[in-house]
C-alpha cells in the first residue's frame, strides 16, 4: 500500500495549543467524553495508522516487532492502547514505560497490556544497534504537546536519545516528542519520525513534518465541534478511523 507524499497542513487544519487545548475541553466538558475514553479512540486509531503504514504482508514474518516508548502523561496512555491494539492485530508489540504514573489511567491501561503478555522492558539498551536489531519499527508516545524532556525526566530524557539514534522508522503519535507545539522542531537533533499521527486535529508543528506519512486520528469529532473550531479536516473513506495527508 502507498500513500502520497505528506501535505503540510494549512493554518486552518492546525488550530493553536490553545485552540486544541479548548477542543479537548469542549469534549470533555460539553459532550460528556470520558477522558479514558479519548484515550482509546486515539490509541486505537494510531494502532491503525501503524497498519496502514507497515502492513503486515511487508513486513518479514520474524520482523513483527514494535517498539512502543511511552511517557508518564497522556501521550504515554494513547501508547499503551496503541500496543494493545497492536497485538489484536497481530503485531508483536513491547513496551517501554520508565516512569509510571499511579493514577487509575494508566494503571488499568497497564493492566490490560499485561493481561495480554504484552512484553514491558525494565531498560532501554544503551547500544542503539540492539533496538534497530530487535524491532522493524518504532512508536514515539513519550511527550504530547507542552511537555518537555525535563518535566518527563531523566528516564524520558535518555529514552528520547536513543530514539534520535535510531535508523528504523519511527512513528510519533500527536507531536513528536520535543518539539514545540506551535513552532514545531528546528535543532539538528530533533527528533525526525518516518510518520506523524495526529490525534483529533494536527498542531501547527506538523507544518514541519517532513516524513513518509502524515495521517490524522480525529474521526470521532462531532460535526459541530469541528464546525465551531473552523476545522477543514480531511474526509474519511468508508469506516476508516484515520486518513493520510
Not at 531498560?123 to 518504532?138: F, G, K, S, T, W
Request: hydrophobic fraction near 40%; glycine fraction near 8%; charge should be neutral.
Amino acid at each position: 500500500m502507498s500513500f502520497p507524499p505528506a501535505v503540510r497542513p494549512s493554518p486552518a487544519l492546525a488550530p493553536s495549543a490553545a485552540e486544541a487545548a479548548a477542543l479537548e475541553r469542549e469534549l470533555l466538558e460539553d459532550y460528556r467524553f470520558g477522558r479514558q475514553q479519548l484515550v482509546e479512540l486515539c490509541g486505537q486509531a494510531s494502532a491503525v495508522a501503524v497498519a496502514k503504514a507497515f502492513p503486515l504482508p511487508s513486513l518479514p514474518r520474524k520482523q513483527r516487532t514494535v517498539l512502543v516508548v511511552c511517557g508518564p502523561e497522556q501521550n504515554g496512555a494513547v501508547g499503551l492502547v496503541c500496543a494493545r491494539h497492536l497485538r489484536v492485530f497481530e503485531y508483536e508489540p513491547t513496551i517501554f514505560y520508565p516512569t509510571r504514573p499511579r493514577g487509575p489511567l494508566h494503571r488499568d491501561l497497564t493492566t490490560q497490556c499485561e493481561k495480554m503478555d504484552i512484553p514491558f522492558l525494565s531498560y532501554l539498551p544503551a547500544e542503539v544497534q540492539l533496538i534497530n536489531d530487535a524491532y522493524a519499527l518504532v512508536v514515539d508516545a513519550v511527550l504530547g504537546p507542552g511537555e518537555g524532556p525535563a518535566e518527563a525526566g531523566g528516564p524520558c530524557a535518555r529514552a528520547l536519545a536513543a530514539l534520535k539514534l535510531l535508523s528504523i522508522p519511527l512513528v510519533s503519535l500527536d507531536v513528536p516528542s520535543g518539539w514545540d507545539a506551535e513552532t514545531g522542531g528546528g535543532a539538528e537533533d530533533e527528533l525526525r519520525p518516518d510518520v506523524l499521527v495526529s490525534l483529533a486535529v494536527p498542531k501547527r508543528c506538523a507544518r514541519r513534518f517532513s516524513g513518509r506519512h502524515h495521517f490524522v486520528a480525529g474521526r470521532f469529532l462531532p460535526d459541530d465541534v469541528r464546525r465551531k473550531f473552523a476545522l477543514r479536516l480531511p474526509g474519511y473513506a468508508g469506516t476508516d478511523c484515520v486518513a493520510a495527508l
